[in-house]
């Protein structure tokens, strides 16, 4: 009986150590940091920085919680409701980095940026974004001209074209179903 005690005394000290250890390893994974080269970044992280000598000379790449006003290196995840608003073609070393802004109505979001969920673009600036282009995002409405090339959102169809709306890219009027 004394020894069926201790076992289950035991058993319970040991989940509790591991409990204890498994929250110190998730506190630890919610700060940012230093990573190696190929470790996979967390989601909603970005990489911000580049330590080419690193890890013995295998680089390192420093993860962060993303958040509005941040620059990300080049090759960085996007992040889910935000979009790349300029670029600094020497950030992260020499790698390039992307600021990132939370997607609003009337933002210019870098090209190559992802078009936001539930947003069309309205016109085309060809030398934003550090010469990369750029493009308005707005909340569609009815009478709004969107650029070719955005998809239609639901709820609204095509009525009109101009070859020459969003500065030479042409663009689609679009009115209510």
Do not use: F, K
Not at 59 to 74: F, L, T
Not at 91 to 117: F, K, M, P
């Amino acid at each position: 009986m004394i020894g069926a005690i201790a076992l289950i005394a035991t058993a319970m000290l040991a989940g509790t150590a591991g409990t204890a250890a498994a929250a110190e390893r998730g506190s630890q994974a919610a700060a940012a940091g230093w990573a190696c080269s190929g470790t996979p970044v967390p989601p909603l992280y970005v990489t911000t920085d580049y330590d080419r000598n690193g890890c013995n000379g295998r680089g390192a790449w420093y993860q962060e919680p993303v958040r509005d006003g941040i620059w990300a290196c080049s090759g960085s995840t996007l992040a889910p409701g935000y979009v790349y608003t300029d670029l600094n073609r020497i950030g992260c070393n020499g790698q390039g980095s992307w600021y990132h802004e939370r997607v609003r109505d009337g933002i210019w979001a870098c090209s190559g940026s992802t078009l936001a969920v539930g947003y069309v673009y309205t016109d085309l600036n060809r030398i934003g974004c550090n010469g990369q282009g750029s493009w308005y995002h707005q909340l569609p409405h009815d009478s709004v001209w969107a650029c070719s090339g955005a998809p239609i959102p639901p709820g609204y169809r095509t009525t009109n074209h101009d070859r020459n709306g969003c500065n030479g890219q042409g663009a689609w009027y679009l009115v209510r179903a």
